[in-house]
């Protein structure tokens, strides 16, 4: 057989689905002069290619990758060759077997794309749903796969002559671009961007309809615009989003390292979490209240880019984006009162009408709701304090494959997990499970995923605590069932994504979990192993006067770590201005109503009630995110704790706490003795064990001063700590540390 005789049957494993990859495969046949033909099916990629070139072709595929690809496995086959072909193409996607690839995440506008949005000669100009093979939506718009635009929410917009021509044509980089479309044939928006900017500057808020659902969006300058969203949407104390053009108008906000510059600018475009600049413009005081960090993101669709276009007065080009734009928004969730994002027109309507004074929305449908993103730099790496919007469905990749599980998480930032051969595929933020229509989410997210993985699990992984909705749900699903105690789960989910088999010592820092014993943990050193789970340790025990409204109430923690301190009789003056002290007081002595929780959530409730940072919390860790804010430097006390066997009990440290001169150092002082003492009560048990590695995880992970100085006080002690990076710390990642831990009993 002769060269030219040479045929290969390729199978491309990996996201190379909705990326170009097909046209990038047509192309490089047509470069090396090689007949054959490239096809979607549910594993991938299936191509074979024949002539002389062949090898240079298999060499060049994944080297010259389209920029939104992420190829897993190439494998080549020998297969005859075929007498009489003269050409190369792109045939139909086959949809039977198996499914056992993905689609890609969303992805933001391509430069290519910008160039085309704001060129007044381009039949494109001003377009918001333009998008080509390098960007635009995907996940939120894909109903199942083969990814071809009848399995997509473009499938009720034929395309028109021009775009059908680009469709088909080779050398356009919207060569089967799914959801391409043009002014003629494409989706259609409700309200012109001149009358969305004039609203935004005119004080009011509008609803506009992005790629995972609405926003709400409001001028971030106006402190009456941002007090009534607050309001009308029940948004207590938590912190908004704001979007900016671009990074040199972030820059006048927040301070930005090269690394954050990367992650705001990346194709993802989550919310960066920033630190606040001194010399900042004037923002609305109740974008933050009280926090040194502000949540940032650039402009992601085509619409983002026109509102700021229209606020800068319509320059032609794209040389505006590179310099710095007045405009700032408040872009928030429109979820009001804690439920899904609206992701509807009609619901739209229906959900928003109290709260939005303009509801932008258009034609195509948001197949599932996404959230966006939402990041931040710890320890010098990303890490999800949310993932959403840009990132899902990406998978996980696994020390190995496993049976295919559902794992459906806890109660508080539900997500859900599903496994197929090596990866782990972790959900879009759910929520909180404690409303119907976020049980509904849970049921539509659980469905959609399932069905567009091709999965059939074989159990349902959930959390131990018998009342959560997600432990229900999992009841109900009339598939086996395998618990996981929270805590373990949470160390799990970590050694899942750094694909750690053995066994391995974690610290589970959080606010609440139940316990094997059935009490309320929250500080725990466990060994881990599989299905093992074996607790080494705990953080001294603290009462919770009034039970779960003391997680809302510092005041409250700070009144039993007096107690705990022999000082119950302070109770009453130091907080006499809130009119149950006494009760509290008595709660305490007599154990009524104030259960014992080994909480490191708790533990930093109480600092903050103690340095009167937050007495009240307007909702679940802001006061610990405004002790955080406080931190400049870390200090230490030497000896402010004590380790009784495997009790680590912060009392001195609270002790301390009461003899500072103010909130500033006593939350230096909290932050880098909690982090010394977390080292000093781990590194004993890690030598006793024969290990040098310990794993951290936990909501009280994203608390970046902690994770900062826990990685250092271990580096400088010679041992490896692992944090969470790919799924969020919190109970965000509870689903992937269930499906790895359930893997073990199957």
Not at 482 to 502: L, Y
Request: net charge negative.
């Amino acid at each position: 057989m002769s060269h030219e005789d040479e045929r290969l049957r390729i199978r491309v494993r990996g996201r190379v689905q909705g990326v170009g990859f097909r046209p990038h495969v047509h192309a490089l046949a047509g470069r090396f002069g090689l007949t054959g033909w490239v096809l979607n099916d549910p594993q991938g990629v299936l191509i074979e290619v024949q002539g002389s070139g062949v090898a240079a072709f298999r060499a060049a595929l994944s080297v010259d990758a389209p920029p939104l690809a992420r190829i897993d496995a190439v494998e080549c086959d020998a297969v005859p060759p075929v007498s009489g072909e003269i050409s190369f193409a792109i045939r139909h996607s086959l949809s039977a077997g198996a499914v056992a690839t993905g689609i890609g995440p969303d992805a933001a506008v391509c430069p290519a794309c910008l160039a085309e949005l704001f060129d007044p000669a381009d039949r494109r100009h001003r377009y918001a749903f333009l998008n080509c093979t390098h960007c635009g939506p995907r996940y939120t718009i894909t109903r199942q796969l083969p990814y071809d635009r009848p399995q997509t929410a473009m499938a009720g917009f034929p395309l028109c002559p021009d775009c059908l021509a680009e469709y088909e044509d080779p050398a356009n980089r919207r060569f089967h671009a799914q959801p391409t479309a043009c002014p003629a044939c494409g989706p259609r928006l409700s309200h012109p961007p001149e009358d969305i900017v004039a609203a935004l500057r005119a004080g009011r808020i509008v609803a506009i309809k992005g790629l995972g659902g609405f926003h709400l969006a409001c001028d971030a300058t106006r402190a009456d615009a941002v007090e009534r969203l607050r309001r009308v949407k029940q948004r207590n104390g938590k912190p908004f989003a704001l979007m900016v053009a671009n990074t040199e108008s972030a820059i006048r906000h927040v301070r930005i390292d090269a690394g954050e510059r990367a992650l705001l600018e990346g194709v993802a475009r989550p919310i960066v979490l920033l630190r606040r600049r001194d010399d900042a413009p004037e923002l609305a005081p109740g974008i933050a209240p009280g926090l040194a960090w502000l949540g940032v993101m650039l402009p992601y669709t085509p619409l983002h880019y026109l509102l700021f276009h229209e606020a800068a007065g319509r320059p032609d080009g794209t040389g505006w984006l590179d310099l710095p734009q007045d405009l700032t928004l408040v872009m928030t969730s429109a979820n009001p009162g804690g439920e899904p994002l609206a992701i509807g027109n009609a619901e739209a309507r229906e959900r928003l009408a109290g709260i939005a004074d303009l509801i932008v929305d258009h034609d195509r449908d948001i197949v599932i709701r996404a959230d966006d993103s939402v990041v931040r730099k710890l320890a010098g790496a990303p890490a999800f304090l949310r993932r959403g919007r840009g990132h899902v469905p990406e998978p996980i990749q696994l020390a190995r494959p496993v049976p295919p599980v559902l794992a459906v998480g806890g109660h508080l930032k539900t997500t859900v997990c599903v496994t197929r051969g090596d990866e782990a595929f972790l959900s879009q933020h759910i929520g909180d499970l404690d409303n119907a229509a976020t049980l509904g989410f849970l049921e539509e997210t659980v469905a959609h995923l399932l069905h567009i993985l091709g999965v059939e699990p074989v159990a349902v992984a959930h959390d131990r605590h018998p009342d959560f909705h997600s432990t229900r749900f999992a009841e109900m699903s009339g598939l086996p069932t395998v618990p996981v105690q929270h805590h373990h789960a949470h160390v799990a989910a970590v050694m899942a994504e750094h694909r750690v088999e053995g066994p391995a010592v974690g610290l589970a820092l959080d606010g609440f979990g139940l316990g094997e014993d059935g009490g309320s943990w929250g500080g725990e050193m466990l060994l881990v192993d599989g299905m093992r789970s074996e607790r080494l340790g705990s953080l001294a025990l603290l009462a919770q006067p009034g039970g779960d409204v003391a997680a809302r109430q510092p005041w409250r923690m700070a009144a039993a770590a007096l107690a705990r301190m022999g000082r119950a009789d302070e109770i009453a003056s130091r907080f006499a201005a809130h009119g149950p002290a006494e009760g509290v007081r008595r709660m305490i002595e007599r154990g009524i109503n104030a259960p014992l929780t080994s909480s490191c959530g708790r533990w930093f409730d109480a600092a903050c009630g103690l340095l009167g940072v937050r007495a009240v919390a307007g909702f679940e860790g802001e006061a610990p995110m405004a002790l955080e804010s406080l931190v400049r430097q870390t200090r230490v006390a030497d000896g402010a704790w004590r380790i009784d066997g495997g009790e680590l009990d912060l009392t001195p440290l609270l002790e301390r706490l009461l003899t500072v001169a103010d909130a500033v150092e006593g939350a230096e002082l909290f932050h880098g003795t909690l982090a010394a003492a977390l080292v000093d009560w781990t590194l004993p048990v890690l030598r006793a064990h024969g290990m040098g590695r310990v794993v951290l995880s936990g909501g009280c992970l994203m608390n970046a001063v902690l994770a900062e100085e826990l990685m250092a006080g271990f580096r400088a002690a010679g041992v490896e700590a692992l944090l969470p990076r790919l799924a969020p710390a919190n109970d965000g990642g509870l689903s992937l540390g269930q499906a790895w831990t359930a893997s073990f009993a199957l």
